[in-house]
């Protein structure tokens, strides 16, 4: 498994938007494009923001192509998102996932 991290910081509010824009439409639009396996948002508090990082599963690198185009470096956030936030990262990591002990 391979798992795509992105990050970005935003206001409690903007924090709060993009958690229930994350659930309620990128998430169930993932689950419509083969081999995306799972996602998890994390958040934490720093100063007076709030950084969201957000990790997707993947079965392979193809499948993240499919996904994010031929850059699979490079954020793919809807400008909707985007307006939510106070910053973006402009790039994702990816790692190989060995060890995964989920329900």
Known sequence: MIVRTWSARATE???EDYRNYF???LVP???GLAGFQGALLLTRPVG???ELTAHTMWESLAA???FAGSDITAAKVEPEALAMLV???PTVVHRTAVLAELP
């Open 29 to 31: 639009e993932l689950h």
């Open 13 to 15: 509010a903007g924090a």
């Open 87 to 89: 910053e973006s990262d």
């Open 48 to 50: 007076e923001l709030v």
């Open 23 to 25: 659930s309620a439409t």
């Open 64 to 66: 993240i192509e499919v």
